[in-house]
């Protein structure tokens, strides 16, 4: 939602896109949203300082290795054009988004949005479902997430916090986000069923964190609609069985 690179020189600063171009995609996520809910998760779409916070594990270019990105839920490419502004040469962004509607928008932004343009070759639209796209282990550096945890079943946002974490490579980074105050207001206002299953999705969150946080956190970002709060969290290092170093110190 990537190993530990070295800390590069900053980037050059690209201009975030306003005007008619932002216009269009909050207008986009706005009608998606009315139309789906459930998959779309929010009234809004990512404002540019929880891009950012979401995009921060990804070292600038300069003076590191080559990285490979995995986003998944781009929506109408905020968080895209974030990671966008951070790639190098030989960089690899795969972004998976369901939705064709936000595929379209995205594909077309390639073209015609300076800071997905300027990195296209770099960047690659898987339109399907991150359950139906093949995640090889170790594959990524880095993995930004923004589908909405919550508005999932606990087994399925397990599923997903467990693949993403073996796909990525050992020490690599995983970011996500919650909006705040979601678990409170929903309990309050759901039905049984639906509270319990919030809790159940929190508590699975908050294990993930406990055993995954990698210290750094990701903190509240107060500059969006609603504030939402960012999580880091690291793949574990592979652990080389005793037998296998055993078996490799006899040859």
Known sequence: MNQTPATAAAAPAITAPTGPRRRNGATAFLREAARSMRTTGAVAPSGSSLARQLAAPLPAPGGR????????????????????????????LDTVEINPRFVRLLTEALRTDPALAAASERIRIVPESICHTPLPEDGYDVIVSCLPFMNFAPDMVRYLLERYLTALVPGGHLTFFGYLGTLSLRSLFAQRTEAARYRAVAAVLAEFCARYGGGDGGGVVWRNLPPARVVHLRAPERCVSVAASDSRGQR
Do not use: F, K
């Open 65 to 92: 290795s080559p990285l490979r990105v995995l986003e998944v839920g781009a929506g109408t490419g905020t968080v895209t054009r974030a990671l966008a502004e951070r790639i190098g040469p030989g960089d690899r």
